[in-house]
């Protein structure tokens, strides 16, 4: 039952007992429910977790830290909560996120319009009222004008079906949904599933701990050194003495994010300069190597060079050549999501480390005592799945979504993801999605990307208001464009060839469809102010 710190206050028209339910207490909830507030449309999110921040609440395996630089992956609608939030690390530690998700959460007083531990379970539209209904798993029904998607691109993680898992009888875990007391590896034999980013991050910490580490990889991964220090005194404040400026820079950036950038071709570049400027790249870290030059992600024979080099710099640090072999990628660099680490490589150097291939063959069934591949026996203490996240649509899917006739969101994307312009969908007036599939989202830095929709949904809220309108909905024919648009620009990168979550290839039956949109930030946000300046281009306002 709900406690009666949230019983629901009317909403501002009356009709119904909020305007607006958001769901999930991540920075697009948090920001959302804020611009709301001023507004002066009353709100409730609900959040599943028992405090806000959202993948960085759940994500809390050791070494979790993001892969764009503090100073930039942080707000900018508060000019003074800029200037009072000082980041410790370049990339900052899951922790000092978190920090900062809930500090942002008391200074604009939050918390009071957001029921944690409550997940919603189900929304309805109303046809007839024009309303949704939202059913909690608590039991609680309220409804509203309006539903805001807040759920996350990475937070509905995903569990593969390995037989036996149940019969486990060591401790297991998933990155993805991390014990918050944290765990102690000292001493334990200990299995990790997957190298995707997140095991990427965890394996040289888990290793330093455990007895034994073995590490099962299906596919190598590119990554590259973070290079993460202590951020200066005399850096903060040179960022701070102009943050408007470096927020500019970052807007004009396709990812959102300001790094050094060269639009030119390698191709037309000498061997011997091109791997000079990828040692330079390698040495400062991040995933500003794939900036190097502007066709690495366009033509196979360019990116080639930029991939070669990483393997270069994985055969000089891991010892063991067969091992080195194991760890060079075959795919395209970039077409999966770059990583960034610290000491990955160089932790197969370590005696209590061992990579067991598993491209060739499935893992066969996990055992009582750790799990049987290639009729090898494992014995594990603890398993740590690292197996990553039903990107993008998991979340959404979820919650039980109806929309007119009682189509389900589910059952409309079968096929994969139809928004406009990510942010909506055709058979469900009234419902917002925040970095929605077909928005530049997973793609760009999220907290710019996040405001951006953000603001587009208040603005369009408060739009509607003035105009008497009660009703959104995307026109058909404006979903297909997009559709058609999104499709266009995701063949022209390489990053649409790859098995990667972009694409759905990680879970099993799911639709491969390239669900982000790869147009960049600028030319997405002008799209959209472009539908702005034309009273809502493609939109049925009623
Ligand atoms: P990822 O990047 O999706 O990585 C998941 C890893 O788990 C990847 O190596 C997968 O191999 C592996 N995997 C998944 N299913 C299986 C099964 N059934 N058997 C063996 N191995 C499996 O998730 P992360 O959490 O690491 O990172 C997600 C994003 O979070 C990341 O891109 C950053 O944006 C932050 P595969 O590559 O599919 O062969």
């Given at each position: 039952?709900?406690d ?8 501002t028209a ?8 958001i769901v999930g207490?991540?920075?697009a909830?948090?920001y959302m429910l804020?611009?709301l507030r001023?507004l002066g ?7 599943a977790?028992?405090g806000?921040g ?9 070494g979790a830290?993001?892969?764009?630089e503090s100073v930039q992956?942080?707000?900018q609608?508060?000019?003074?909560l800029?200037?009072?939030?000082t980041w ?7 922790g000092?996120i978190l ?5 942002v959460a008391?200074r604009?007083?939050l918390?009071r319009?957001?029921?944690?531990e409550t997940k ?7 046809e007839?009222?024009?309303t ?6 608590a039991g609680?029904?309220v409804?509203?004008?309006y539903?805001?998607?807040?759920t996350?691109c990475l937070?509905s993680?995903n569990?593969?079906?390995f037989?036996g898992v149940e019969?486990f009888k060591g ?10 007391e944290?765990v ?5 034999r200990?299995g990790?599933?997957?190298t995707g980013?997140?095991a990427?991050?965890s394996?040289?910490?888990i290793?330093?701990?455990?007895k ?5 990889q299906r596919?190598?991964n590119y990554?590259?050194?973070a290079r993460n220090a202590?951020l200066?005194e005399e850096?903060?404040q040179?960022i701070?003495?102009?943050y408007?400026?470096?927020r500019?820079?970052a807007?004009k950036?396709p990812s959102?994010y300001?790094?050094p950038?060269n639009a030119?071709?390698v191709l ?5 300069e091109?791997r000079r ?16 030059y502007?066709?690495?992600?366009l033509k196979?024979e360019?990116?080639k060079t930029?991939?070669?080099f990483?393997?270069d ?5 891991v010892?063991?050549p067969a091992?080195?072999e194991?760890?060079c990628?075959?795919n395209?660099i970039g ?11 160089a932790?197969y ?6 990579l067991v291939?598993i491209s060739?063959?499935?893992i066969?069934?996990i055992?009582?005592e ?19 996240f039903?990107a993008m649509?998991?979340a959404l899917f979820?919650?039980?979504?109806k929309?007119k006739?009682?189509e389900?969101l589910k059952?409309?994307?079968t ?5 406009y312009?990510g942010?909506?969908?055709?058979g469900f ?16 830095n999220m907290l710019?990307?996040?405001e951006?929709?953000v603001?587009?949904?208040?603005d369009?809220?408060?739009y509607?208001?003035e105009?008497?309108?009660?009703r959104i909905?995307?026109?058909?024919q404006a ?16 990053r649409?060839t ?8 990680n879970v099993p ?11 960049g930030f600028p030319?997405y946000?002008?799209e959209c102010?472009?539908?702005?300046e034309?009273?809502y281009?493609?939109?049925q306002l009623?």
């Amino acid at each position: 039952m709900p406690d009666s710190a949230h019983q629901p206050s009317r909403s501002t028209a009356g009709a119904t007992d909020f305007d607006v339910v958001i769901v999930g207490a991540g920075f697009a909830g948090m920001y959302m429910l804020h611009r709301l507030r001023g507004l002066g449309m009353s709100a409730r999110v609900y959040e599943a977790g028992d405090g806000v921040g959202g993948t960085w609440y759940w994500n809390r395996y050791p070494g979790a830290r993001c892969d764009v630089e503090s100073v930039q992956y942080s707000y900018q609608f508060d000019k003074e909560l800029e200037q009072e939030w000082t980041w410790s690390e370049k990339y900052s530690p899951q922790g000092e996120i978190l920090k900062y998700a809930n500090h942002v959460a008391d200074r604009f007083d939050l918390r009071r319009d957001i029921q944690f531990e409550t997940k919603v379970a189900s929304t309805t539209y109303d046809e007839g009222n024009g309303t949704w209904s939202v059913v909690t798993d608590a039991g609680e029904t309220v409804t509203s004008g309006y539903v805001v998607m807040a759920t996350g691109c990475l937070s509905s993680f995903n569990m593969p079906k390995f037989e036996g898992v149940e019969d486990f009888k060591g401790a297991s875990y998933h990155t993805g949904h991390w014990p918050h007391e944290g765990v102690d590896f000292t001493g334990l034999r200990v299995g990790v599933i997957g190298t995707g980013s997140s095991a990427i991050q965890s394996i040289p910490e888990i290793a330093k701990q455990a007895k034994h580490l073995t590490v099962f990889q299906r596919t190598a991964n590119y990554t590259i050194p973070a290079r993460n220090a202590k951020l200066a005194e005399e850096y903060v404040q040179s960022i701070k003495a102009d943050y408007s400026g470096l927020r500019e820079r970052a807007k004009k950036m396709p990812s959102g994010y300001s790094f050094p950038f060269n639009a030119g071709s390698v191709l037309e570049v000498p061997e011997e300069e091109y791997r000079r400027e990828y040692r330079s790249r390698w040495e400062k870290g991040g995933t500003a190597y794939l900036g190097a030059y502007g066709d690495l992600l366009l033509k196979p024979e360019a990116n080639k060079t930029a991939a070669n080099f990483v393997k270069d710099m994985i055969r000089e640090t891991v010892t063991d050549p067969a091992v080195a072999e194991l760890l060079c990628p075959t795919n395209i660099i970039g077409c999966k999501r770059l990583c960034v680490d610290t000491d990955y490589y160089a932790t197969y150097n370590r005696p209590n480390v061992k990579l067991v291939d598993i491209s060739k063959a499935p893992i066969d069934t996990i055992t009582p005592e750790g799990l049987r591949h290639d009729d090898i026996d494992y014995q594990f203490d603890a398993i740590v799945f690292a197996t990553g996240f039903d990107a993008m649509t998991g979340a959404l899917f979820n919650i039980d979504i109806k929309g007119k006739g009682g189509e389900s969101l589910k059952e409309k994307w079968t096929g994969g993801p139809q928004t406009y312009l990510g942010l909506t969908t055709v058979g469900f007036p009234n419902m917002f999605t925040i970095t929605g599939p077909g928005s530049p989202s997973v793609l760009t830095n999220m907290l710019p990307s996040i405001e951006q929709h953000v603001n587009f949904i208040a603005d369009c809220l408060s739009y509607m208001r003035e105009h008497g309108h009660s009703r959104i909905e995307p026109e058909l024919q404006a979903e297909l464009d997009w559709g058609v648009h999104v499709n266009e620009v995701a063949d022209l990168s390489l990053r649409s060839t790859c098995a990667s979550w972009y694409v759905g290839a990680n879970v099993p039956g799911k639709p491969r469809v390239f669900m982000p949109y790869i147009g960049g930030f600028p030319r997405y946000v002008a799209e959209c102010e472009r539908v702005v300046e034309n009273g809502y281009q493609g939109f049925q306002l009623a």
